[in-house]
């Protein structure tokens, strides 16, 4: 049965340049910087550099503007002077300078070739005496190691992948031998199965001392007790003096855990901080800036807005201009919004940081961070008159760059918790004590949370032993057993 109804509701729709806003929001500085020159790219009608403000006039189209019936109008589009409509260079100028050296010393760039890890691995086989079935084993369990130089996989696993994908047909045994090679090459440790085995490759590469073969021998017959600290049960399995396992440890946590994350020429990509804004103390006070290179200098290509303003005063226009008009004016739009877009992420993004610093001022002045005051998504919010969402972006992957040191924004968040005197305290505050008791402690005997969340009562902040588990793992504290040294 069909029914008619009314049904009210409100909704919102985001407008394609509140959604370019809020996307342009979230980027840091080397990000925007990307999407900047991608936008740039796309766009022969925005352009970079210096330029005087230019009026804004809105050219207005009438409908007969785009009158297809009006046969007077027709020109064939071969009679149409597209150099008239289309700018004579769409290539931004950001592509064609060259910063590195002087017109006159025109060069090719060297580039900097370096070996693989694995390539690496490879060559040092080319010193091993092998068979063509050898080296296609070898070259094999070369593949099979990691980035951090384990393999990860089990022998009969081994032999039962080569002859399915290699059609190398071998067995156990055979796969071992080559192992034993693997174990011979650069660094020490790699190929190795699992950490016990990487350290003990290690230690059979190091120059036999009496500390050393305690070491080995530790590893190899005691390694649970090691992981574990249990100092005293190796004193008294060893019948040694404290002084001589001590020298053990200390061999053993020389040693490196991932072999293959040292190797020189590994080429990860190492991700430099660029900070959006700096605080500085000056006489007293705060004063915070944007970088740079958020705020670049943009305008809309004078050529194109002529170009507009040339068809608007012209009384013939055709099908084919009126098409390339479609194009510029689309361009020319673009351009406003991004150029409007950018104008207001900066706004955005000091009205924000500024609200942040203020409320913060006390640690900015001071580099306590004892001083941070709980402050939530909603507090800023409230204060700058935006949504959470936005003040999210504008917190979420981006730095300011203070007297000490660069901080990422968001840690600057956190919950309230109340001490003794029922006042409000972040729970960054607490977690900087409990980290300074921690480094404090006797190292022969670390404090377990029990007595931790004592010591924090006793200085005022009543915290349950389970909170005291948690912050200690958010700081990346292990428990007292593993804070234990000799």
């Known amino acids: 049965m069909l029914k008619q109804f009314l049904n009210l509701k409100l909704s919102q729709k985001l407008s394609p340049q509140q959604i370019q806003l809020m996307k342009l929001i979230q980027l840091p500085t080397q990000a925007f910087e990307q999407r900047l020159k991608e936008e740039m790219n796309e766009n022969p009608a925005l352009e970079g550099g210096d330029e005087d403000e230019y009026e804004n006039d809105e050219l207005e189209f009438e409908d007969d503007d785009y009158d297809d019936n009006d046969e007077n109008e027709r020109i064939e589009a071969e009679d149409i002077n597209i150099d008239e409509y289309l700018s004579d260079d769409e290539t931004p100028d950001y592509k064609t300078q060259v910063n590195n050296y002087s017109e006159e010393d025109e060069r090719d760039s060297p580039l900097a070739a370096s070996w693989s890890f694995h390539q690496d691995l490879i060559n040092q086989l080319n010193t091993f005496i092998l068979n063509d079935n050898e080296r296609q084993i070898a070259e094999f369990l070369v593949g099979s190691i990691d980035d951090m130089g384990y393999i990860r996989r089990s022998i009969p696993d081994i032999v039962d ?42 230690l059979k590469h190091k120059t036999p001392t009496e500390s050393v073969d305690l070491a080995t021998d530790i590893i190899e017959n005691q390694f649970d007790a090691f992981t574990k600290k249990h100092y005293d049960k190796l004193l008294q399995k060893y019948d040694c003096t404290n002084e001589l396992l001590k020298k053990a440890v200390h061999e053993i946590e020389k040693l490196n855990p ?71 004016k689309q361009k020319l739009d673009s351009a406003k919004w991004f150029i409007d877009a950018i104008r207001q992420r900066q706004e955005t993004l000091y009205v924000t940081m500024n609200a942040i610093m203020h409320y913060q001022e006390d640690y900015f002045l001071e580099g306590d961070e004892t001083m941070l005051r709980p402050m939530i998504l909603k507090d800023i919010a409230d204060l700058v008159g935006l949504d959470i969402s936005t003040v999210s972006r504008v917190a979420n992957s981006k730095y300011v760059e203070t007297p000490y040191g660069t901080k990422l924004i968001k840690e600057f968040f956190s919950e309230a918790m109340k001490n003794d005197q029922g006042e409000d305290v972040s729970t960054l505050e607490i977690k900087k004590i409990l980290q300074n008791i921690i480094e404090a402690e006797d190292k022969k005997k670390p404090l377990p949370d029990d007595q931790l969340a004592e010591l924090l009562k006793e200085k005022g902040y009543p915290i349950a032993r389970r909170t005291i588990a948690k912050y200690r793992e958010q700081l990346d504290i292990p428990v007292a057993r593993m804070r234990k040294k000799m």
């Not at 290699?166 to 790699?190: C, F, M, N, R, W």
């Open 161 to 202: 992948d080569m002859a399915f994908t290699q059609a190398i047909y071998t067995d156990e045994a055979a796969v071992e031998k080559i192992l034993h090679i693997i174990h011979q090459l650069e660094p020490s440790g790699v190929g190795a199965r699992d950490l016990q085995e990487c350290l003990l490759l290690q």
């Open 258 to 328: 991932k072999p293959g994350g040292s190797f020189a020429g590994n080429s990860k990509i190492t991700e430099n901080v660029v900070p959006d804004f700096t605080i500085r103390i000056v006489d007293g006070e705060l004063e915070l800036s944007l970088n740079g290179r958020n705020a670049p200098s943009l305008h809309v290509s004078k050529d194109y807005q002529e170009m507009m303003q040339t068809y608007k005063d012209s009384r013939d226009k055709s099908n084919s201009q009126k098409d390339a008009v479609q194009f510029i």
